[in-house]
Nanobody, 128 residues
Framework: QVQTVESGGGLVQAGGSLRLSCSASGRPFSSYAMGWFRQRPGKEREFVAAIGWSGSSTYYADSVKGRFTISRVNAKNTVYLQMNSLKPEDTAVYYC?????????????????????WGQGTQVTVSS
């Protein structure tokens, strides 16, 4: 059974930065694409960023492109989300999840239903 655990959230002022981390266990981490998603208050969970199994392919939601960077260190079974130039509208619970199928690259905005093994989430609050 796959387990994912997010960390690194917190309270930050607009324009600030945070780095989220997500560790995953239960399946060979290096074989699976990983994704970051978020759920803003009163809204549905939405895609933020994803990275392919090898780390060579990434994709970002338009709302975070140029500000957020997803990366992975397979030796540490960890995926990161570096968030810069944060805005109040980035306030959300951030989740990471693992792709359901191995050896997937990310060639466009992924279907959220392709991801599973959701973590408990980490709260990010950006004050204005």
């Amino acid at each position: 059974q796959v387990q994912t655990v997010e960390s690194g959230g917190g309270l930050v002022q607009a324009g600030g930065s945070l780095r989220l981390s997500c560790s995953a266990s239960g399946r060979p981490f290096s074989s699976y694409a990983m994704g970051w998603f978020r759920q803003r208050p009163g809204k549905e969970r939405e895609f933020v960023a994803a990275i392919g199994w090898s780390g060579s392919s990434t994709y970002y939601a338009d709302s975070v492109k140029g500000r957020f960077t997803i990366s992975r260190v397979n030796a540490k079974n960890t995926v990161y989300l570096q968030m810069n130039s944060l805005k109040p509208e980035d306030t959300a619970v951030y989740y990471c999840a693992q792709h359901r199928r191995a050896w997937e690259s990310i060639n466009g905005s992924p279907d959220i239903t392709d991801f599973g093994s959701w973590g408990q989430g980490t709260q990010v609050t950006v004050s204005s």
